[in-house]
């Protein structure tokens, strides 16, 4: 059922959110995937947020993280506790807008008006069901990006993945633009938003 932005604004208000992560692949439900290690060494950091606004509530301020060299940071997580605790939501890295998409699985296309991908970018599925073929939060390429449509392969110029069924109601394509460190250094989270998907 669709909500208010009045009901939206008193969910996002009543989800506590204390504190944020690294994730090197997909956190899903459990917060699976957070980086560790290095020296410094790498912990969660606390984060505020705004009020719910307009169906959305703004992170303020911004949190700097110790991150191990050999790490690929794919995705930031929010959480209500500096250990354990739970994982509340999710986001891969690059602050990219999540994508509604429509699905053609005869043509193995995903339909996106104006989506500015390119061949060679990197996306990932997040949400309901995805399609058949996709596994959500693995790291897909763009391959033959139109305008309004694209297709995802497993490799970089690699041939398009068979889709086999339709995604569900309320999966999104998101570009992620992950973070390499091949030494020691710092990453910075700032300007996340925490919405809902409905």
């Not at 994730?23 to 699976?32: D, F, Q, V």
Request: aromatic share 8%; proline share 3%.
């Amino acid at each position: 059922m669709p909500h208010t932005t009045t009901g939206r604004n008193n969910m996002l208000g009543a989800i506590g959110i204390t504190y944020a992560s690294l994730h090197s692949g997909l956190p899903g439900n459990t917060g699976a995937n957070e980086i560790s290690g290095g020296s410094p060494a790498y912990a969660r950091k606390a984060v505020t947020f705004a009020a719910a606004a307009a169906g959305a509530r703004a992170q303020t301020g911004s949190a700097a993280f110790d991150v191990p060299a050999s790490t690929t940071v794919r995705f930031v997580a929010f959480w209500d506790a500096l250990t354990g605790g739970n994982c509340l939501s999710y986001h891969p890295v690059g602050n990219q807008a999540a994508r509604e998409f429509i699905t053609d699985i005869a043509a193995d296309t995903m339909r996106v008006n104006a989506h500015g991908y390119a061949n060679g970018d990197t996306v990932v599925i997040c949400g309901d069901a995805v399609q058949g073929g996709l596994t959500e939060g693995t790291t897909y390429f763009v391959v033959g990006a139109a305008t309004d449509t694209f297709q995802l392969a497993a490799t970089s110029g690699g041939a398009a993945i068979d889709l086999t069924s339709l995604a569900g109601s309320a999966a999104q394509v998101i570009r992620i633009i992950p973070e390499v460190f091949a030494a020691q250094g710092t990453a910075t989270v700032s300007g996340c938003s925490v919405n809902l998907l409905f």
